[in-house]
Nanobody
Framework: QVQLVESGGGSVQAGGSLRLSCSAS??????VAWFRQAPGKEREGVAA????????DYADSVKGRFTISQDNAKNTVYLQMDSLKPEDTAMYYC?????????????????????WGQGTQVTVSS
């Protein structure tokens, strides 16, 4: 079992920055991703990182603006969000997968992950 707790959300003006943190209760995960969901929209994958190699994947909408990183000693994954836009406004969720055999459908596919945090709200005003 892996429990995830997000923090760092808030309100910021367009062009500003925020740093989200995802703290895991154990090291028993292989990959972590950040997803977001705006009202009335599907949950979409934003960025993912592989624990062992730090290989990273990004959605096209955030490439060059968001950076995912990790501190394995702290079982924590970060999402640095720069040049924020109003369309980045959403609830941001941290997700993780372990070695339990959950089918892997890709780094930014929600079905690839079997643990989820409660979310942290990010609001970007114009």
């Amino acid at each position: 079992q892996v429990q995830l707790v997000e923090s760092g959300g808030g309100s910021v003006q367009a062009g500003g920055s925020l740093r989200l943190s995802c703290s895991a209760s154990s090291y028993m995960y292989t990959r972590v991703a950040w997803f977001r969901q705006a009202p009335g929209k599907e949950r979409e994958g934003v960025a993912a990182i592989y624990r062992a190699s730090s290989d990273k994947d990004y959605a096209d909408s955030v490439k060059g603006r968001f950076t995912i990183s990790q501190d394995n000693a702290k079982n924590t994954v970060y999402l640095q969000m720069d040049s924020l836009k109003p369309e980045d406004t959403a609830m941001y969720y941290c997700a993780a997968r372990d070695r339990s055999g959950v089918l892997y459908r890709g780094p930014l596919q929600r079905d690839s992950y079997n643990y989820w945090g409660q979310g942290t709200q990010v609001t970007v005003s114009s």
